[in-house]
């Protein structure tokens, strides 16, 4: 069964001023989807056909093609799902487990946002959930934590911070991307994804 690119639940525009409307068009409908494409093609024919994306990415010893293009396709799946247009709150229940974490929400960010700048080149930033625990980690290129059998760790939050998803706005202002990424960011879902992680 092949990967489908999934429709946004919202419009191109819909995170301006944080996200631009033509930044989202591009990396929805030609990065999201070249990546999608190039993994269909990587598997067909193959025993990964009947696999779920996270199944695949667990794998040792992938083939670069499918790593790097299996990486981008639950990556992009991932971003598009935590960004919401509506400002939501971190919930009482969420914002005690990130404090129990990390000291406070803000500690939190602030280690996110040092993941997220101090990556060099391409890559990702992730809150990931190990086994319960809340931990942040970044990965190179279109890597995620779930390719790393060693940490069990799941990603329920991700920011992509290869040039293609900033630069027509920010240029090489990466930190205020980083900054501006928190006003879009849907905690409810970023919550449920964590709850279900355990």
């Not at 999201?32 to 598997?43: F, P, R, V």
């Amino acid at each position: 069964m092949a990967f489908k690119l999934p429709k946004l639940n919202y419009a191109y525009d819909a995170l301006e001023p944080y996200i631009d409307s033509r930044t989202m068009e591009i990396h929805h409908s030609k990065h999201h989807a070249g990546y999608t494409n190039n993994l269909n093609k990587a598997i067909e024919g193959t025993e990964l056909e009947t696999k779920t994306i996270e199944e695949i990415l667990m794998l040792p010893d992938l083939p670069g093609n499918i790593r790097n293009n299996g990486g981008g396709y639950f990556n992009h799946c991932l971003f598009w799902d935590i960004l919401s247009p509506n400002k939501t709150d971190i919930s009482k229940e969420f914002g005690s487990i990130i404090t129990e974490n990390f000291g406070s929400i803000s500690k939190m960010k602030e280690e996110f946002k040092t993941a997220a700048a101090s990556r060099f080149g391409s890559g990702w930033a992730w809150l990931c959930s190990n086994k319960g625990k809340l931990e942040i980690c970044s990965t190179p290129n279109q890597d995620n934590p779930l390719m790393d059998s060693q940490k069990n760790c799941i990603p329920v939050l991700g920011l992509d911070v290869w040039e293609h998803a900033y630069y027509l706005l920010y240029q090489n202002r990466r930190p205020d991307y980083i900054e501006a990424f928190w006003e879009v960011v849907n905690w409810s879902t970023v919550e449920s994804r964590y709850k279900a992680s355990i």
